[in-house]
């Protein structure tokens, strides 16, 4: 399977713990993007990075959140202390770049806070 | 953030009628998107629209840019019950703002 990998597809936590989510990519994608959907909500941008670069974070949480794009290996998006209200289901897409705007999602991942 | 309106909510139509929704922004976009996203699963892309006024099917699809750069529709002609799922329009503008704004999702059922 080509495209867009996610993991977990669904993760429970408990309040006050960490959940650590990961995508890799499409091949050849260097453009990997993190959304975040309520449940009965649209889509809402959370961070955009490059390689080892965090390009734009406008949509991200200031406190507790974190995504970085390492050379080696997939994209991590880090949520310490989680609370109720960060369940969700984080999608990740990724681009070639170029413009576009065509993004390719992932399954997503399923955060559940207890 | 910002978001796009799209309209309309939610549609409850019989197999075989043509369906239309549309996307309205008070921003302008140089890329107008629309995807579709199943229970339990990821947005799928269906038609992505590069220039205002361009007009582009894909099959039962049909999706048009607006002249003014601030809409789109999308049509689907003679819908079957695996239209289902909920459809997004995305607006995307490039340069420093390298990333999708999506509306806020038309939900589609099809009785059979």
């Known amino acids: 399977n080509a495209g867009v990998m996610q993991n977990p597809r669904h993760l429970v936590r408990r309040r006050g713990q960490e959940a650590r989510l990961r995508c890799s990519p499409m091949k050849g994608h260097s453009h990997v993007y993190w959304y975040r959907q309520l449940p009965e909500e649209g889509l809402k941008f959370m961070v955009y990075l490059q390689k080892e670069n965090i390009i734009d974070e406008s949509g991200m949480p200031k406190e507790r959140f974190s995504a970085e794009f390492p050379k080696e290996g997939p994209s991590i998006l880090r949520i310490q202390q989680v609370v109720r209200g960060d369940s969700a289901a984080y999608f990740c897409a990724s681009s070639q770049g170029g413009g576009t705007g065509e993004l390719f999602f992932g399954e997503g991942s399923r955060l559940t806070v207890l | 953030g910002q978001q796009l309106n799209q309209s309309p909510q939610s549609m409850f139509i019989q197999e075989g009628e043509d369906v239309s929704m549309n996307c309205t922004s008070s921003s302008i976009f140089n890329t107008w998107l629309w995807y579709k996203q199943d229970p339990g699963e990821g947005p799928v892309l269906l038609i992505a629209l590069y220039k205002a006024g361009e007009l582009t099917s894909n099959g039962r699809l049909t999706a048009q840019f607006g002249i003014t750069r601030k809409d789109s529709f999308l049509n689907i002609s003679a819908s079957i019950p695996s239209d289902v799922g909920i459809y997004f329009c995305?607006?995307?503008?490039?340069?420093?703002?390298?990333?999708?704004?999506f509306g806020t999702g038309t939900l589609l059922a099809v009785q059979p």
């Open positions: 995305a607006g995307f503008y490039g340069g420093a703002t390298n990333k999708l704004i």
